[in-house]
């Protein structure tokens, strides 16, 4: 009798002495065997072990029965047929078969590990992820959740490298992920601009800085960039009181997403307490110079996906008031490849960069993070990608220059005194900045002006109205006022007040009205005996509130059933923390 497989269902044949490749005893398995043997081959007891040995192994991995016990009984029959030449007619015809069921059960094997293979990883992922949600659902500081940008975990091909620039990131798998403290995770912006900052000893000046960059934008040029404040340390208290900081000073750009703010894990910094001191520099300033190489880099990845350009800066800055109108224009208009624009000669303040050459940029700043300054290592990648070491210096500064565009004037200026080195005075100063415009002049209608507040210096409020300076006074208390009345009563179509100016962006008019008094002297007894007919509401002395000051700005018209206007009145209604500049008035009649 000979062994027949069904290849599909791995059946014996009928008419074979074992019924079914199933696993039975190893006793019984010899017996069936013994009956084969007299048959076949008499004193042959090499098949035997083979084919029992097969199910030794079944009984360790029942599952794997078949192949063993069906290839023990194929290599048995080659060896019969091998030594009994008489009866190789009998098992030559079924020579081929069994060949092709032992390559078939090979693969079949090869699958069933890579099968597995994939599940096993599939299952690991699948863990991996639900592990995660759970800790960010948990991971937060001070009552205060710190959500997770919603981007893949898994590190981009290109950056795989940094776990070679920054070994100890191997054991920390999440260390390149940011804190995202607050943050609308707005993406496709034309502008992206990054501001990393650190605790310092003395003066703060980040609240002034994007005071600075958000004065004057639009609403349209606010929708489309991101300001990513990246608060660089990792102790949670401080932390926490930066980013609740610039919450409090700018609600409505964290809410719509135009303000992020940041942090890193504690585990994305490698040990700085051993580095190789290099040009001269002290062991502290190696350190604080290879964590700003940290910084730069860390702020640059989170930035990259968010938007075409994005721009580095700093936080102690102050910025002109078209600087973004200035970069897009100025980008728009450069017809050769380039690699970076300067917006100011300073440092790193104010360069430009696309996006898409970012992850190279990071990755030459992780490979020399430890050896050179920042300003430094980009001038290297210049040289690396375009100079000629055949050709002398001068060819090779023309090369840098044609990716390396510079921008005149400067549209940023540096304004910080106190580094975020320790001990560190640093009076660096833009010559190509130029001066500010610090007020705007209109030609508004005679009037006689008054204030209570205490004017600071030639700052008067004579001034700012006629168009010659802004006004500056110290911190208003409430009560307070600024009053223009018209020499003659005018029809007043709309008004328009703005406070603070680019260098103190801070110092604005906070919780104050806009109030008007009409010329009709009934009408205004009207509104002092019986309140305002109008829809708005009347003062004790017969004015009317027709606005008050949002972000350091008030403006609107005036309706025309109210009548001629005799004068507008600023009513400050509580105490400000800090001074008040005024410094543009528009007064916008029918004859002006």
Not at 384 to 409: G, Q, S, T, Y
Not at 435 to 443: S, T, W
Not at 468 to 484: N, Q, R, T
Request: with cysteine.
């Amino acid at each position: 009798m000979l062994l027949f497989f069904d290849v599909t269902g791995l059946t014996q044949c009928p008419s074979a002495g074992l019924h079914r490749l199933e696993a039975p005893d190893v006793d019984t398995v010899k017996e069936e065997w013994m009956h084969w043997q007299n048959m076949l081959l008499p004193g042959s007891s090499a098949c035997l072990d083979a084919y029992v040995e097969s199910y030794k192994n079944i009984s360790r991995e029942p599952s794997l029965h078949v192949k063993p016990r069906a290839l023990a009984y194929q290599a048995c029959r080659f060896d019969i047929a091998a030594s009994q030449p008489g009866k190789g007619n009998d098992i030559d015809p079924y020579q081929s078969q069994f060949l092709e069921l032992r390559q078939r059960l090979l693969y079949a094997e090869k699958e069933n590990k890579k099968r597995s293979h994939e599940l096993s990883s599939a299952l690991d992922e699948i863990k991996r992820i639900v592990a995660k949600r759970v800790n960010l659902t948990t991971n937060h500081t001070d009552d205060m959740k710190w959500k997770v940008l919603n981007l893949t975990r898994k590190l981009p091909v290109h950056l795989t490298n940094m776990y070679y620039y920054l070994p100890h990131l191997r054991e920390y798998e999440d260390a390149i992920f940011p804190n995202v403290i607050f943050g609308q995770q707005r993406t496709g912006v034309s502008l992206v601009m990054g501001i990393p900052t650190v605790k310092r000893e003395k003066q703060h000046y980040l609240i002034n800085t994007l005071n600075s960059l958000l004065y004057e934008l639009s609403e349209e040029q606010k929708n489309d960039c991101v300001i990513i404040v990246f608060v660089a340390e990792v102790n949670a208290e401080y932390v926490n009181s930066v980013a609740e900081s610039v919450k409090t000073s700018f609600p409505r750009e964290i809410q719509s997403g135009v303000l992020e703010v940041i942090s890193p894990p504690a585990s994305y910094y490698p040990d700085l307490s051993n580095l190789k001191k290099t040009f001269g520099d002290s062991e502290d300033r190696v350190r604080w110079r290879t964590k700003q190489n940290l910084d730069y880099s860390f702020l640059m990845l989170y930035a990259q996906p968010k938007g075409m350009l994005y721009l580095q800066l700093e936080d102690d800055i102050i910025a002109k008031s078209d600087y973004i109108e200035s970069i897009k224009n100025f980008a728009a208009k450069q017809s050769q490849e380039w690699m970076i624009l300067e917006f100011s000669q300073l440092g790193f303040i104010g360069k430009l960069f696309k996006s898409e050459d970012l992850p190279l940029i990071v990755e030459f700043f992780l490979m020399f993070h430890k050896d050179k300054p920042i300003d430094w290592l980009i001038d290297h990648l210049l040289w690396v990608k375009v100079c000629n070491p055949e050709k002398d210096a001068i060819h090779c500064e023309k090369e840098k220059a044609r990716l390396r565009i510079r921008a005149k004037p400067s549209l940023f200026q540096h304004v910080g005194i106190y580094s975020s080195l320790a001990g560190k005075i640093q009076n660096l100063k833009d010559k190509d900045f130029g001066k500010n415009v610090l007020y705007k002049a209109h030609n508004n209608p005679p009037a006689k002006v008054d204030t209570s507040l205490t004017t600071y210096q030639q700052y008067t409020l004579e001034k700012v109205y006629i168009g010659k300076d802004f006004f500056w006074a110290s911190a208003p208390v409430a009560g307070d006022y600024i009053s223009f009345t018209f020499l003659n009563p005018l029809q007043v179509e709309k008004y328009f007040f703005r406070s603070g100016n680019v260098e103190h962006p801070g110092d604005k008019l906070f919780n104050t009205t806009v109030e008007v008094l009409t010329a009709d002297e009934m009408l205004r007894k009207e509104l002092i005996d019986n309140g305002s007919k109008f829809n708005y509401l009347a003062t004790e002395d017969g004015y009317l509130k027709i606005g008050a000051f949002e972000n350091g700005i008030a403006e609107g018209s005036i309706d025309k059933s109210i009548g001629k206007i005799q004068a507008i009145r600023l009513s400050v209604n509580s105490d400000s923390p800090v001074w008040a500049i005024l410094s543009e008035v528009l007064i916008k009649t029918s004859g002006n």
